[in-house]
């Protein structure tokens, strides 16, 4: 089994070799093809998961690796996460997604505007790459677990959120 220490690993040694975009949709495909081990889901993705774990911070790069226990149906309007990217990897359950286009950017205080473009299913053993400015927007019918990489800690990032229009 893949334990999150080799995860990390090889996340950083595909980041570090393709630096910007090309390192992302490497640790993508390393992050699905990790998801479709039943091993490592039924390790990391357990039921008693809070929210949002971080299972791993690297002190090098600064991505983070977090866990997901999203409970119950949910509608998440479109949102982008400022200066950085993120790679969301579904484990267990289904998340559909959609990805925007922006028709205003925010300003102070007021929330931006976003028109929809596609919409897809994230199923167990696949992600997808939600590179920097990219914006994207999810809704789930049930509780649903994730592997989310963040190219920086997201906690210490306040996200920008749009209205669908
Ligand atoms: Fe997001």
């Known amino acids: ?3 999150i220490e080799q ?11 393709k630096p ?9 495909a390393i992050l699905a093809e990790t998801l479709r081990d039943a091993e490592f889901v039924d ?3 357990v039921d008693s998961n809070p929210d949002r774990i971080v299972l791993h ?3 090098e790069l600064g991505f983070c690796i977090c866990a997901h226990h999203f409970r119950g149906a949910k509608v998440r309007q479109p949102h982008g996460h400022g200066p950085t990217w993120a790679i969301y990897g579904q484990g267990r ?3 559909i997604m ?3 286009e922006l028709v205003e950017a925010p300003s102070a205080g007021k929330r931006g505007k976003a028109r929809r473009l596609d919409t897809y299913t994230l199923t167990p053993g696949t992600a997808h790459l939600y590179d920097i400015g990219k914006l994207h927007g999810l809704r789930r019918e049930r509780s649903a677990h994730l592997i989310r990489i963040e190219g920086m800690n ?5 996200r920008e959120d749009y209205e669908e229009v």
């Open 7 to 17: 995860l990390a690993t090889q996340c950083r040694d595909a980041l570090k070799a």
């Open 93 to 95: 359950g289904e998340t």
């Open 98 to 100: 959609s990805d925007f």
């Open 43 to 45: 390790a990391y993705l």
């Open 1 to 3: 089994m893949k334990t």
């Open 57 to 59: 911070e690297d002190s």
């Open 154 to 158: 997201l906690h210490n990032i306040s």
């Open 20 to 28: 910007g975009s090309g390192g992302r949709k490497d640790v993508c």
